[in-house]
């Protein structure tokens, strides 16, 4: 029998609309709908719709724990890079306000005459606060350490030192002190250490910027295992991506469903690394007080002052955890717009 | 609706599997794409559907040349067309409910926005009491006719269906071509690809056939 497509006796029902009561369904499909009682599941009322992107379809544990690791070697450097920028401005300061005259002993001419010579030019000077002479017995027991006590240190012509203090720095003219002092004062050579706040510098310089070296490499690590991990779920989950593309979804919508993911990856990676970074951080303070007198720690203080993680490295690994997580997102959004638009 | 002039695919290197194929959908139309197997159905209903692109000739949808348009500019344009594939294409880890919204959920819709509207449709279909439960325990003809439903449920403006009553029985054969037959009625054009004759016969619409790579249209 055939059926004219307009002919209005057919008995079918019409299409549901807001407005039409649900009685009025009917025969089009099987009665299954006469028959069942009406679904007592609550289904979606108030019931959070199911993921697009399937849990199980990514490697979530294994990214977490990669990202984990990558955030805590991250926090590590940057932990790293505070304690030797905040070192290096304490040797700064330290050696900055400090500065020495030397004056060498020369047959024939009173020593102490050219002290107090030389102290009444360095007091003269603009941004000196104190000029001070260390006496013999102060100048030898510097040398006591190298030499030993056996030696007699009057019989040597060990140079007397005149320590500055100097309250500021950038006042203070040492190429003229420098000057006057070696045409007025026999023997004397003006000391402003310069040469080695150079040198600490330049080695705090160095380290900063391996530990920056070190941090982009963690990142770009961090970055390549998310786009492996954001195409692997993209494989993993090509129906999904196909039947979204038929329902009328763009790319844009695809990247945020995936981005959402590992969004929530990254942050419980970054998080669990940033933790157990913090946490670490406290452990290694807590015991280098502890061994405030052991040789180890007096060397590590000897060379980056007092062991001190100041608050700034807690807020930076904070912040690293979150900028990481973001940068999970991004990569992973970029990275799926980008195979996507390759298949289009 | 749907424009084609002269266009021509080809998978590859391969000989053209379409050749120089120009025909019109108009609105509110219903017609039957037929024609044997490897006759090139389903890749005239993905050109259709901006799934593939051709590699000659002209194709406008909805008034908008496909060839220039860009990824996000495709997606909106679909979402005015319902496609109904032969393996369903549901997905499994979401239930009848979910699979079936997913076209709005898409378009940004809540779920409060779009539960009734998908209630309801689920039920004109007869999976009312099914919707809560995933693709895996349906059998075939509730699983075409969730994928019917998905197609519905944004109200497209044209609805292309492959073989539809490919995995069903004759007396549900019979039943969705009377739910297609209404959809036609409420404004939507209808484009269904069989081989089958049978299910052609029960009803006068225009045909198009294809024949190796040929189209030939029966008014």
Redesign the interface.
């Known amino acids: 029998?055939?059926?004219?497509?307009?002919n209005?006796n057919?008995t079918?029902?019409?299409?549901?609309?807001?407005n039409?009561p649900?009685s009025h369904?009917s025969?089009?499909?099987?009665?299954?709908?006469q028959t069942?009682?009406?679904?007592s599941?609550p289904?979606?009322?108030g019931?959070?719709?199911?993921?697009?992107v399937?849990k199980g379809t990514i490697a979530g544990h294994a990214l977490v724990l990669v990202i984990a690791i990558m955030s805590f070697l991250a926090a590590l450097t940057v932990a790293a890079v505070t304690m030797i920028s905040s070192a290096t401005r304490d040797w700064q300061s330290d050696i900055g306000r400090g500065a020495t005259i030397q004056i060498r002993q020369i047959d024939g001419i009173d020593i102490e005459s050219q002290i107090v010579k030389a102290i009444d030019i360095a007091r003269a000077s603009k941004g000196i606060e104190k000029a001070t002479a260390l006496s013999q017995s102060q100048s030898s027991a510097l040398l006591e350490p190298w030499l030993g006590l056996d030696l007699a240190f009057d019989e040597l012509p060990i140079p007397r030192l005149i320590e500055l203090d100097i309250s500021d720095p950038e006042s203070v003219d040492f190429i003229a002190l420098s000057t006057r002092l070696q045409s007025e004062v026999k023997g004397a050579i003006l000391d402003n250490h310069r040469f080695w706040v150079e040198r600490l510098r330049s080695m705090a310089e160095t380290a900063i910027l391996i530990g920056f070296t070190i941090l982009c490499l963690v990142l770009a690590a961090t970055i390549l295992t998310v786009i492996f991990a954001t195409r692997s779920a993209m494989a993993g989950n090509q129906?999904?991506i196909?039947?979204?593309?038929?329902?009328?979804?763009?790319?844009?919508?695809i990247a945020a469903e995936f981005q959402q993911k590992f969004f929530i990856l990254g942050l419980k990676g970054s998080l669990a690394g940033g933790l157990i970074a913090m946490l670490t951080f406290f452990i290694m303070q807590l015991v280098l007080s502890n061994e405030a007198a052991s040789a180890a720690a007096d060397q590590m203080q000897a060379l980056l002052g007092v062991i001190k993680l100041d608050m700034e490295a807690y807020i930076a690994t904070f912040i690293l955890t979150f900028i990481i997580a973001i940068l999970t997102a991004i990569t992973t959004r970029l990275t799926v717009i980008k195979t996507?638009?390759k298949l289009? | 609706m749907i424009r084609f002039e002269n266009v021509g695919l080809r998978y590859g290197v391969g000989r053209e599997v379409l050749r120089d194929v120009s025909f019109e959908i108009a609105p509110n139309s219903f017609q039957f794409l037929s024609g044997p197997s490897g006759a090139g159905k389903t890749s005239l209903l993905q050109l259709m559907f901006l799934s593939l692109k051709p590699n000659r000739g002209l194709i406008r949808v909805f008034g908008k040349d496909t060839a220039r348009l860009d990824s996000e500019e495709l997606a909106e344009l679909r979402r005015n067309i319902g496609f109904v594939f032969q393996e369903f294409r549901l997905l499994n880890h979401l239930t009848t409910f979910e699979n079936v919204a997913l076209p709005l959920r898409v378009q940004g819709l809540s779920e409060q926005d779009y539960r009734t509207d998908v209630k309801e449709l689920l039920n004109w279909v007869g999976l009312g009491h099914r919707m809560h439960v995933y693709p895996p325990v349906m059998s075939g003809g509730e699983k075409q006719r969730a994928a019917i439903a998905r197609a519905l449920i944004s109200r497209p403006k044209l609805l292309l269906a492959d073989e539809p009553t490919g995995n069903v029985d004759p007396i549900l054969a019979r039943r969705l071509l009377r739910l297609f037959i209404e959809l036609h009625r409420s404004g939507t054009s209808i484009v269904i690809a069989t081989h089958d004759t049978g299910l052609m016969d029960q009803i006068q619409a225009r045909r198009i056939v294809l024949n190796d790579g040929a189209l030939f249209i029966y008014d």
């Open positions: 029998m055939t059926t004219h497509l307009d209005r057919e079918t029902a019409p299409l549901p609309s807001a039409m649900s369904q025969d089009t499909v099987p009665d299954t709908t069942q009682p009406k679904s599941n289904f979606a009322i019931k959070k719709p199911g993921p697009i399937p129906e999904t196909a039947v979204l593309h038929f329902v009328g979804a763009g790319n844009r919508f996507l638009s289009h």
